[in-house]
């Protein structure tokens, strides 16, 4: 198929006059004036609604006595398109197999959210978090204890009232 | 199986549509495997014998009233097979789902995950949700002692260890005890795996994760390693082994399966002692000079540097070899000692040697032999002598006085004192670590280990094995062969071996015990010497 080629005729200079347009933008400013519709926000005096389904910054879960939910069981550095999870397992004075190196480069993460879909035991979760800002680059490793200090809410990987996203 | 004469040697049946011929004896289990068809099991395992009480290598066969458990069915001419039919599938369905009824699907910390055949046969057939209601009945986990770790749970009573330990290893130390869904298995009393020499071997033929391995527990999962075959570096009888690393340090030693050599197995003591490859501190740069004269250089310069110095060497050569280098090293080193212009003085080697050989009493073939070192029979045959103890100390006394050239490949010298090859003329230190005794080396090289290269070792049945590499070397280290082939061929006016094929061609070029030997025949299963000139 040939390629059309559309030729544009332009008004030539003088010919032709700009008051309508300029009156109809015009008319836009003032119509916001008298009734404005407001989309920035004080932040941060004012925080936004994140979506459910906004995948932050990771967090991991912690037991009630403090342990980490982590099994070291290592699905999540395995699925990791981005290759930024370092695990080391090993095992606890109570004989359970537990994370003892666990770290996530958050600058190489894609926040694709699936550590959190392939973790058997719920422990690693992306969360709905956006202020990551840091005085170093070496700051974004985010160890283990940084990770289960984490509180900000978690990610839902899917809406639980319409999980197929129908 | 006995052939009266009158039969065929081989039967012609059917499997799952396709005609196959096998020799008469064979198990149907073996003759779907011919096919590429596998038919599951748990209690069968080629190096052992079949009780078929694992029920799930049920297959059917025509004309038979039930399934018939195929590693114990003989195939037999006109035999019409199916391993994939409903009733077997739905067998092996139901099979499955008796296995899962104790099990406590603890896939995320189990070690076994990823190579476990539960794992697999169920993902493959078994049902998508349980249908158990009841709780599961919970054992926790027992030290058999010894490097093996025993998960109740887990197991599923395929009595693979227990026959092991009867029937191979000979020294019964597990049995199964109680019955039905409590029975385990277990120690006789206080009476654990300690001291047996090849127990190890139960955590490989353990089909799921009820035994694991106490060194390796949760150090790196399944799916994660590279799986490299090699050769035992600990002992002469040198096991077909694979090295399973991970961020280029090896996690464990596995058997790798050799009927000539090693079976199915592999000892405790072999596979217990790897770590020595993962030492960190290694020589990283070729370094020229003596003592405090010494300085870093790049390999152009020190081997153009090394190459002068030997042209103009005085004296003759003493070299000191090691057997845990590969029979290339050894070879470019005894030819090394040949080019130089005083002649070779002498070869040694050093090697720890065990008070006695450990016997596999169910495999006569597999020896714990007393040689600690993979290579002394392929140093033997190059011309080294051995000299020293059985620490694999002393016997140099005549090289550390030396006068002539000094030529030290891969020994660490640990046992020696500063003044070592302190009235050599020339001193050239191969090496992995430095060491003090290289303090008056004219040249530090450094090479790589076994792990690190490829190369052929000789084992004590006289046979040539090979070893593939596994691990990424440091920066600046060489192999060996290379090293001693570049100064070779320099004196010789030829081209640097390229490869340790090359190298290994030039070494049964050289050597009438290597006679007709080639890299391909050696293979990844190995080639036995012509029996004379090994054993000569």
């Known amino acids: ?92 004075d109570q004989g359970n197999r537990y994370p003892i190196v666990y770290e996530i480069d958050e600058f190489r993460c894609i926040f694709c959210g699936m550590c959190q879909e392939v973790c058997p035991v719920e422990a690693i979760h992306v969360g709905q978090h ?29 809406d639980p009232s319409d999980p197929r996203s129908e | 199986m006995a052939n009266n004469g009158r039969k065929a040697e081989t039967v012609t049946l059917t499997i799952d549509g396709q ?36 029920r799930i290598c049920l297959v059917e066969v025509e004309g038979a009233p039930k399934l018939q458990p195929s590693c114990v069915t003989m195939a037999a001419d006109g035999q019409v097979v ?58 926790g986990r027992d030290d058999f002692g010894g490097d093996v770790l025993y998960y109740g749970d887990r197991c599923v009573m395929c009595t693979r260890c227990v026959r092991f330990m009867d029937e191979v290893a000979r020294d019964s130390r597990l049995t199964v005890v109680e019955r039905g869904s409590r029975a385990v298995i277990d120690t006789f ?92 501190g290694r020589l990283e740069a070729p370094a020229v000079g003596r003592g405090s004269d010494r300085r870093a250089a790049d390999w152009r310069e020190a081997l153009e540097l090394l190459f002068a110095r030997l042209q103009a060497a005085e004296g003759d050569v003493a070299l000191v070899g090691s057997a845990t280098c590969s029979n290339e090293a050894l070879a470019g080193l005894a030819a090394l000692g040949e080019e130089v212009p005083g002649g070779a003085a002498g070869r040694v080697f050093r090697s720890p040697r065990a008070p006695d050989e450990v016997p596999l009493p169910g495999f006569p073939l597999l020896v714990r032999r007393r040689d600690l070192v993979p290579n002394s029979d392929g140093a033997g045959l190059l011309g080294f002598e051995r000299a020293g103890n059985d620490d694999g100390q002393g016997g140099l006394e005549d090289v550390a006085e030396h006068g002539g050239v000094v030529i030290v490949l ?8 500063e003044d070592f090859g302190a009235n050599a003329s020339l001193f050239v230190y191969l090496g992995t670590f430095d060491s003090a005794a290289a303090r008056n080396a004219d040249f530090v090289l450094p090479i790589t280990t076994f792990a690190e290269e490829e190369g052929t070792f000789v084992n004590a049945q006289g046979r040539v094995q090979r070893f593939q590499q596994g691990l990424r070397p440091p920066e600046s280290a060489r192999p060996a062969w290379l090293v001693l082939g570049a100064l070779v061929a320099a004196f010789r006016g030829e081209k640097t071996p390229d490869s340790a094929p090359e190298a290994f061609a030039r070494l049964a070029a050289a050597h009438p015990a290597f006679e007709g030997l080639t890299w391909e025949a050696v293979g990844d299963g190995g080639a036995a010497l012509v029996a004379e000139a090994a054993h000569g």
């Open chain 2, 189 to 280: 009393f206080d009476r654990g795996l300690d001291g047996a020499a090849f127990a190890g071997n139960v955590v490989d033929i353990c089909p799921v994760g009820a035994l694991v391995s106490k060194d390796f527990l949760h150090k790196a999962r399944a799916w994660d390693l590279d799986h490299t075959p090699s050769i035992c570096p600990n002992c002469s009888h040198g096991c077909n082994i694979e090295l399973h690393t991970r961020d280029n340090l090896v996690q464990r030693l596995k058997p790798r399966e050799n009927q000539e050599v090693n079976g199915h197995w592999m000892c405790d003591y072999g596979r217990a002692n790897y770590e020595w490859l993962n030492r960190p």
């Open chain 2, 410 to 417: 891969g020994d660490e010298l640990a046992d020696q004192g």
């Open chain 2, 82 to 139: 199916h391993t994939d039919s409903p009733a077997a599938k739905r067998m092996r369905q139901g099979v499955l789902e008796f296995y899962l009824v104790n099990h406590p699907l603890d896939c995320p910390i189990c070690d076994m995950s990823g190579e476990c055949k539960l794992q697999d046969y169920v993902f493959d057939e078994g049902r998508e949700q349980g249908r158990g209601r009841e709780p599961k009945r919970v054992f």
């Open chain 1, 1 to 92: 198929m040939a390629i059309s080629v559309k030729v544009m005729r332009r008004p030539e200079a003088g010919r032709t006059s700009y008051m309508r347009a300029t009156l109809k933008g015009m008319s836009l400013t003032f119509r916001h004036m008298v009734r404005p519709t407001k989309v920035t926000l004080e932040y941060p005096e004012e925080q936004p609604e994140l979506s459910p389904r906004w995948r932050g910054t990771h967090r991991m879960e912690v037991h009630a006595d403090g342990r980490p939910k982590c099994v070291a069981c290592g699905l999540c550095p395995t699925v990791c398109p981005a290759n930024c999870i370092r695990l080391v397992g090993g095992e606890d």
């Open chain 2, 19 to 54: 005609e196959v011929t096998v020799p008469r004896g064979t198990s149907l289990l073996h003759a779907a495997e011919s096919i590429g068809t596998e038919v599951p099991h748990y209690c069968y395992h080629p190096g052992l014998s079949a009780p078929a009480q694992c």
């Open chain 1, 130 to 158: 956006f202020e990551n800002a840091e005085y170093g680059r070496d700051r974004f490793v985010y160890d283990l204890d940084r990770l289960m200090e984490q509180d900000h809410p978690t990610t839902l990987l899917w």
